[in-house]
């Protein structure tokens, strides 16, 4: 069974950073490419970076800004953003690429607020 627990969002001003965790239990951290998500309010959920054999990629809207990263020995995704801006606030989620259906866990909130 597979369970995906994101954590470290926040509320943070223009220009500030956070980094968000997953822990990823199960086989989907060790079989699959991991990626993050978010969710805008009344908006659809969106790709926001990948990891995959070493090779990153990035939504455009996130380019330059955030960075993604994984510690295979604790089965945890990171994403460090930096310069936030207020249209990064949404809800974040970790999961593989592509998604499984299933596995979504409760994500954490980023609001970038002055």
């Known amino acids: 069974q597979v369970q995906l627990v994101e954590s470290g969002g926040g509320v943070v001003q223009p220009g500030g950073s956070l980094t968000l965790s997953c822990a990823a239990s199960g086989s989907i951290f060790t079989v699959y490419p991991m990626a993050w998500y978010r969710q805008a309010p009344g908006k659809q959920r969106e790709f926001v970076a990948a990891?995959?054999?070493?090779?990153?990629n990035y939504a455009d809207s996130v380019k330059g800004r955030f960075t993604i990263s994984r510690d295979n020995a604790k089965n945890t995704v990171f994403l460090q953003m930096a310069n936030l801006k207020p249209e990064d606030t949404a809800v974040y989620y970790c999961?593989?690429?592509?998604?499984?259906?299933?596995?979504w866990g409760q994500g954490t909130q980023v609001t970038v607020s002055s």
């Open positions: 990891l995959h054999s070493g090779a990153t």
């Open positions: 999961n593989a690429l592509p998604p499984l259906k299933n596995s």
